[in-house]
């Protein structure tokens, strides 16, 4: 069974991905893009992180959150 479970919704309809230990995301237009990972440490916790990075030249690298998942 995973651990991690994605979906992404666009123009050719709706797919669903998996991840064990580890699941990335990667959105972006043309001015960016935004990187979601979810990931399992050694002890358990499963963590995100949120970057806003660069697409096709364009954009700028930044952490915009992180923590643990299921806290607000």
Do not use: C
């Not at 990931?39 to 643990?68: C, M, S, Y």
């Amino acid at each position: 069974m995973s651990n991690f479970y994605g979906t992404l919704h666009g123009s050719r309809g709706q797919v669903t991905r998996q991840g064990h230990g580890q699941l990335t995301a990667v959105a972006a237009s043309w001015e960016g893009s935004i990187r979601t990972t979810l990931r399992r440490d050694e002890d358990g916790t499963n963590r995100f992180q949120v970057w806003a990075e660069p697409w096709h030249g364009k954009g700028g690298t930044k952490l915009l959150a992180e923590g643990i998942v299921g806290q607000v």
